[in-house]
């Protein structure tokens, strides 16, 4: 098959700079982005999503940004479905798009396909959620160590409905999860060619703790007082805003959600890390926006070395 153009993919932990330098590399390649991140989409969760500024969106043509709400139903799935749909039309007009984001699983979506996972009975479904309301998260996370176990050490163990929806096809497929995951692919019509950001971890994990700082100065407390009364959407149930919720069920101190965000966000930025450990690709500095170039430019003469 002829591929109709190039994605590129840029990913990379939170924090770490993908957005500066997608804008730039966008620019200099005069291509669109799509964003591959499962918050940012959302509409009413601009500030705890460090959403690009209004002058970055734009800057460049942004896709999956802020177009959906909280109150839709969106999967990785659906996820995969409408950036294919949409990439046909891009390469129509673009030999190139650029991708950009921290979210495995949509990547892996959008570059392998989830299309082969069973749909799980609804005896099964029910049945793992009484297992959730009876015995706790925890009981779930040790079924799913038993059943699979590399699946286990990727996935957030806060995350009930990642932890659910990876038990509900281990049990109805009768084989792990991240089998079915990782052996399938659906022949895609473009070539995709991929890029992981990093930076020392120090301070990878001190900019995290900054960019918690700016969320809050620039009001995302008030951001998530005004989404308190959706607190139990699943959208909802993402780092920077739970730990907020705790606090305002007085849990917990504003302070003490505020470190918690901090820490709980260094801790997804290590678990992205290792998700995209697995991707064959080579790894930058987001300060090496030349040699980023001119690995591209190896990859396909129609990516510009200037």
Known sequence: ???????????GPTAVGKTDLSIALAQKLGC???????????????????VPSEEQLLSVQH???QNK????RFTAGMFELEVVNLLNELFEVHPIVLMVGGAGLYIDA??????????????????????LQAEGIESLSAL??????????????????????????????????????????????????LVGLTMEREILYSR????????VNEGLIEEAKALYPQRHNNALNTVGYKELFDHFDGKITQDEAVE??????????????????????????PLQEEAITEYLHTKTARIPVK
């Open 260 to 285: 918690l965000i901090k820490r709980n966000s260094r801790r997804y930025a290590k678990r992205q890390l290792t998700w995209f450990s697995k991707y064959d690709m080579p790894w930058f500095s």
């Open 1 to 11: 098959m002829q591929k109709k153009g190039i994605l590129i993919i840029l990913v």
């Open 110 to 131: 959008v570059l392998k396909g989830i299309d082969n996972i069973p749909v799980p009975s609804e005896e099964v479904r029910q049945s793992l959620m009484d297992k």
């Open 32 to 50: 669109p982005i799509i964003s591959a991140d499962s918050r940012q989409v959302y509409r009413e969760m601009r500030i705890g999503t460090a």
């Open 69 to 72: 709400s909280i109150h839709e």
């Open 144 to 193: 799913l160590k038993e059943l699979d176990p590399d699946f286990y050490g990727q996935v957030d163990l806060k995350n009930p409905k990642r932890i659910l929806r990876a038990l509900e096809v281990c049990i109805t497929a009768g084989i792990p999860y991240s089998k079915l995951r990782n052996n399938f692919s659906n022949e895609r019509s473009f070539e995709s060619v």
């Open 208 to 215: 995290i703790n900054q960019r918690v700082d700016l969320m």
């Open 63 to 65: 896709y999956f940004v």
